[in-house]
């Protein structure tokens, strides 16, 4: 029989068994050659670790010496670097580790965001699950009510059919009212999971890899999920079927048949759950303005407002000031770009101006007539609205006019935004002299500057829109000034439902934002007071 034989690997300068690698030189060492390598005076430099704790070798060039691997982390600079770029001028004292040494204490990082991460996605994943069975024995207490209501139809003539359709109607009302909220509650959880899931693909990608380089320059995502799990409600109340009694006498038809109506001994409560599952959380802030504050959303928590003529300040709904702006001329309006750039416009002046995130405010471009708004779009273009002129026209960033939007016969245009979902612009117009108290009516305009629909309110009611802007979901919010409420529209412009503040009422209701969190700041005109309530 043959004698079995270990393969193992050797020094590369002798026959010995291999104990220690050169990163820098990419040579294996045994303990000998180890020495013999540190005492030479031009290895200085290299780095040496045992065989077992190698990493792969890098095959990365240096971008300073082309054709120079890098071999080794200069932690003063916090970048790769290869043998040239240690012994150079630039590196000259710095403090060197090796690729080995960094990439562990980063795997280790990286490995403690990957379980947090992970802990976070099984949370949404339950938080799911819980909202699937919310939801079947919700459809499952409607379904039994439609049984009870089909039953006592039996009982009760011909006569009385139509009445029982018009109250299936009500209790179908109910049912999708409470449908459409859990479901969009469960969207908005299946696709926070499906955030967590990339995520989690990332870091487990990253975890495997050997590449140094590449572990060593990987962003971490690690705090930009910190999303809220959504609130979702253990009890919904439920409408019941309160049967009437059956008499020899005819009465009124509703003491006959029953009504759909809420749980007496719970009205108070679930009165107050279906205001919540408007808009609920709010926060009412005095700017210290007897008249509307002009206001956009920053993206997150955080508000810009007009808070006197000449001052802007960047507030949270706890009305917490973080940043503060003053002019020497009115500002009229404000809009906030996509890379977090805020524009001004001011009263009386033909001009565009820009504050930068470095807090430098520059003069953009001049205009040819006056501004009353302003509109950064998703693509960074800006939308001017010229309201004495009757006119709405797109500029690039530098100035250039793109399009004048002359597809729709334009009285008085107010304000105007992008949705967020389908790009879309609504422009707000009045079509009598311009007030806020006057009628009016909103355009919903494609990119290409084709008219979509026309907007003019609900019912008989006058209808006087100020301002607009639309959420996340593709939903239009539209402010109504005398009758003192927000609509609603869906992304094709078909009503859904007015804002229901719990507990207070709108007072002249002028502008309008929403930020990423679903919390909507709406400014009053005759308080100058700001609403901030939460869209659940």
């Not at 809220?228 to 008499?247: A, D, Q």
């Not at 416009?345 to 471009?365: A, C, H, M, P, Q």
């Not at 793109?402 to 245009?413: G, I, K």
């Not at 439902?497 to 002249?508: C, I």
Request: charged share 25%.
């Amino acid at each position: 029989m043959a004698e079995s034989q270990q393969w193992t690997v050797q020094c590369t300068h002798c026959m010995s068994s291999v104990e220690y690698h050169c990163n820098t030189c990419d040579s294996s060492l045994c303990s000998d050659c180890t020495n013999k390598h540190k005492g030479s005076e031009e290895n200085t430099h290299h780095l040496i670790v045992r065989y077992s704790e190698r990493f792969d070798q890098s095959t990365h060039e240096c971008k300073e010496h082309p054709g120079s691997k890098l071999v080794v982390w200069c932690d003063t600079c916090n970048m790769a670097v290869c043998t040239d770029c240690v012994t150079s001028e630039n590196h000259k004292k710095h403090e060197f580790k090796s690729f080995q040494d960094k990439a562990e204490f980063q795997r280790k990082s990286l490995r403690r965001e990957y379980e947090s991460t992970k802990h976070k996605g099984s949370m949404w994943q339950e938080c799911l699950s819980t909202m699937k069975t919310e939801k079947e024995a919700t459809e499952n207490k409607f379904n039994d009510l439609e049984y009870e209501v089909k039953e006592q139809t039996k009982a009760i003539c011909n006569q009385v059919h139509h009445y029982e359709m018009s109250l299936l109607n009500k209790l179908e009302f109910h049912k999708k009212t409470f449908g459409q909220f859990l479901s969009t509650k469960m969207d908005t959880i299946v696709n926070g999971i499906h955030e967590f899931q990339q995520e989690e693909n990332k870091y487990e990608t990253i975890l495997r890899s050997k590449d140094a380089v590449a572990l060593l320059e990987f962003k971490s995502a690690c705090g930009q999920n910190d999303k809220p799990l959504p609130k979702y409600i253990r009890e919904v109340p439920i409408p019941i079927f309160k049967k009437g009694s059956m008499f020899d006498k005819f009465r009124i038809l509703e003491e006959i048949f029953g009504q759909i109506v809420l749980p007496n001994d719970e009205s108070k409560q679930a009165s107050e759950m279906l205001d919540k599952t408007f808009a609920t959380d709010m926060h009412i802030i005095h700017t210290g303005r007897n008249n509307a504050s002009p206001i956009v959303c920053n993206g997150d928590d955080q508000t810009w407002v007009v808070t006197e003529q000449m001052k802007i300040q960047l507030i949270d709904k706890s009305n917490n000031i973080s940043k503060q702006i003053c002019f020497a001329e009115t500002c009229c309006d404000v809009g906030v770009t996509s890379d977090g750039d805020i524009l001004f416009i001011f009263d009386g002046e033909k001009s565009v101006w820009r504050y930068s995130r470095d807090e430098t405010l520059t003069k953009t471009f001049s205009l040819h007539l006056k501004p009353h708004g302003i509109c950064a779009l998703n693509d960074g273009n800006i939308l001017i609205i010229f309201k004495d002129d009757k006119k709405v026209i797109m500029y690039s960033r530098v100035g250039m006019i793109l399009m004048a939007l002359d597809s729709v016969n334009l009285s008085h245009p107010l304000y105007a935004t992008q949705n967020m979902k389908n790009n879309h612009i609504y422009v707000t117009d009045k079509t009598d002299d311009g007030h806020y108290s006057s009628p009016g009516r909103v355009f919903a305009i494609q990119e290409n500057g084709d008219l979509l629909y026309e907007y003019t309110g609900q019912d008989d009611v006058a209808f006087t829109p100020v301002d607009v802007c639309s959420d996340s979901f593709g939903q239009v919010f539209v402010t109504d000034y005398l009758q003192g409420s927000v609509h609603i529209l869906n992304e094709d412009g078909v009503f859904l439902r007015f804002l229901h503040l719990h507990g207070s009422q709108l007072e002249n209701p002028c502008r309008i934002d929403i930020n990423d969190n679903e919390y909507v700041w709406i400014s009053e005109n005759s308080t100058g007071k700001l609403k901030v309530v939460r869209l659940v």
